[in-house]
């Protein structure tokens, strides 16, 4: 897959991780759309790493999928952790 199927497996990734996570995040859209691209990275890399999952040259596959996703949410959460819900804070 190419840096441009990651990209978009990232956003997806991104939007699906805020489906299953609703609420406010600091950052918006923008900001929740950028760390389901670096879960996906991460997810991926994570998958390919150390669950012995290598990282398929298909963009339905359903590992890869799942690690993104994964990645996403792991992201979020810990951002939400970090940062709370900036709008708030005054």
Same mark, same amino acid.
Request: charged share 20%.
């Given at each position: 897959?190419?840096?441009?199927?990651?990209?978009?497996?990232?956003l997806l990734a991104g939007?699906?991780?805020?489906?299953?996570?609703?609420? =406010?995040?600091?950052?918006g859209l923008v900001g929740t759309t950028l760390i389901g691209v670096a879960g996906a990275f991460i997810g991926g890399w994570i998958s390919s790493r150390f669950l012995d999952h290598?990282?398929?040259?298909?963009?339905?596959?359903?590992?890869t999928w799942i690690a993104a996703i994964g990645g996403s949410l792991v992201l979020l959460i810990v951002y939400r952790l970090?940062?709370?819900?900036?709008?708030? =804070?005054?």
């Open positions: 897959m190419t840096i441009i199927g990651w990209i978009i497996l990232g939007v699906i991780a805020k489906v299953l996570l609703p609420g =406010r995040d600091p950052g290598p990282i398929s040259k298909d963009f339905y596959d359903t590992g970090l940062f709370g819900n900036s709008r708030d =804070r005054q």
